[in-house]
């Protein structure tokens, strides 16, 4: 089926999209609406023959990743992911038709039992894929960012390292890697590489007052030069689907109480833990229409019960398969890895974009931050700065 037709509204297309349900093949879209909702969502509204009222559904802009997701795995996750459709994949202008899934509770509003929800519906995705690298194996759309790389690939892979190296010279930073933290990041090493020319450019600024401490940057930094005893940890976990983002907004409470995961252009394989340290570090925190973030009024639950709800889960659906004493003692290595993979690359780009704007830094000061434009800097700085401390404490553990 041809998505012109689809997205030019003609009927007699999305009356073939519902005949793929046996129950509903004999029903005939009389008209199509369309409601742009932001740069990636439209909502279609279909007029029913014989029905009283329409029914909507989800046309999504996204990437190919997704757009596999949804072919080949999405199926195994009806209690979760929403149904998919149509996928039609070209590269980063793939698009998708799912359910119109109506949130009836934003974050600011759930309750402890949402939050309940939400994190066994993060085990459940993870028990779903434990261990089973037979669903695993979906080509190359489907990455691994934690598993090693071949030895014919390793001085492929420090050659383009020390080429991405001579862009960070706009920061003024001598960033590098050993060739051991590179052998053992294997696929990682880019991105680490992004991580530790933040640490470098705060280093020379002698921190980041509140947020980063010089102790803090040594252990980063540490870190960032022998990486193993966080990746031996992460890599001993079972592998399994990983979403990637699980953050508090794309997360949907259902009329009934059951919470529905949104945007996969992330998924991957990998340690599920490294999903619930992403859901549990930014849980309070809650995201506004322009994109800022402010901690909850009161908290609603502790880290440690969004922690103890996902392990007992893991155990209640595995048994014997999950070993809920090594799942506990990775959180360490995932709280680690969040910091050094999530935040550090996002803080190196929103630097690069600021030099690029003319806007060189001489401090991490308020003031400065302000006059360069980055002011989400200013605003994540108290989420920041708790992640910060909690990596300090977790790298000590290793």
Known sequence: MEVKQLRSQRPRAWSAILAQEPEMSGIVVTQVSRQRLNSRLTRFTLDLADHTEPISLIG????????LFYQTLSQRLPFLAPRCWFSHRQKEKSWVILDDVISVRP?????????????QG?????????????LLDNGSWLTHPLEGIALD???????????????????????????HAIWSLGRLAPRFLHAAAAVAFLQQREGWPGVFEPVDLDA???????????L???????????????????????????????????????????????????FNWLRNESGEFSLRPQEMVTDETLIDNYILHLAAELGPLCDTRGVRQSIAAARCFYLLAYWLPRLTDWLLEAHRQGHPLPSMRDEHLLEAG?????????????????????????
């Open 374 to 398: 980055l002011t989400p800097l200013v605003t994540f700085k108290p989420q920041l700065a708790a992640t910060v401390r909690r990596f300090l404490a977790a790298s000590r553990m290793l």
């Open 220 to 230: 980063a930094a540490d870190l960032l030069d022998d990486p193993m005893p966080m």
């Open 107 to 119: 974050p600011h509003r759930w309750t402890a039992g949402d939050a309940e929800a939400v994190v």
């Open 232 to 282: 031996y940890t992460l890599r001993d976990q079972p592998l399994t689907l990983q979403h990637g983002a699980p953050l508090n907004h794309h997360w949907h409470i259902t009329l009934f109480g059951a919470a529905r995961l949104f945007d996969w252009r992330q998924v991957s394989a990998g340690p599920g833990i490294t999903d619930l340290v992403h859901l549990v570090e930014q």
């Open 153 to 179: 690939q390793r001085y492929i892979l420090r050659h383009q390292v020390l080429e991405q190296r001579a862009f960070y010279t706009q920061l003024g930073t001598g960033v590098t890697l050993s060739d």
């Open 60 to 67: 999504k802009e996204t990437n190919e990743t997704e757009a």
């Open 122 to 134: 993060l085990a459940s995705l993870h028990v779903e894929f434990w261990d089973r690298e037979d």
